[in-house]
């Protein structure tokens, strides 16, 4: 599948956590072609700070291979990663992470900081981002306009 099918797919996750109430970021983990992991935002239904999407599908592709070490893996996700997201996709040992939007304010494969680039960290995780950029930053302005007119 191509890269902009992976990121329909995170979008599809995005769009489950906007019905939730949840900031609308999604994620999905491809192993050999095939998903094997996906998540979503669950920060408000779960009360956890780290319950971001890519913690969810890291903690699930984890539990689907039987392994810390995803290894040959790669991360599609709507909105860049945070540092902390960023951290685990390093930590995790991922072949490459792929972003819709990117983040200006916090975004850590690229925007403000390249964590899953630096050399100066034991794993190296190129990062891609702009797929489907422009509908992964609808479904954010959507949830961000509905919620300044309080819905």
């Not at 050999?32 to 009360?47: D, Q």
């Not at 494969?109 to 422009?134: I, N, Q």
Request: some cysteine; glycine content about 8%.
């Amino acid at each position: 599948m191509t890269d902009e099918e992976m990121m329909a797919q995170a979008l599809e996750q995005a769009y489950l956590a906007l019905a939730e109430g949840e900031t609308p970021v999604g994620c999905v983990i491809v192993k050999e072609g095939r998903i094997i992991a996906r998540g979503r935002n669950r920060r408000e239904t779960e009360k956890d700070p780290t319950a971001h999407a890519e913690m969810e599908a890291i903690r699930a592709a984890a539990r689907a291979t039987g392994d810390w070490r995803l290894t040959g893996c790669e991360l599609y996700v709507t909105l860049e990663p945070c540092p902390m997201c960023a951290g685990a996709i390093v930590q995790a040992r991922l072949a490459r992470v792929v972003y819709g939007a990117a983040d200006p304010r916090q975004g850590c494969a690229g925007s403000v900081y390249r964590v899953t680039e630096d050399p100066a960290f034991t794993h190296f995780c190129p990062a891609d981002g702009g797929v489907l950029e422009k509908e992964c930053r609808a479904v954010l302005d959507e949830f961000f306009k509905n919620a300044r007119q309080g819905r």
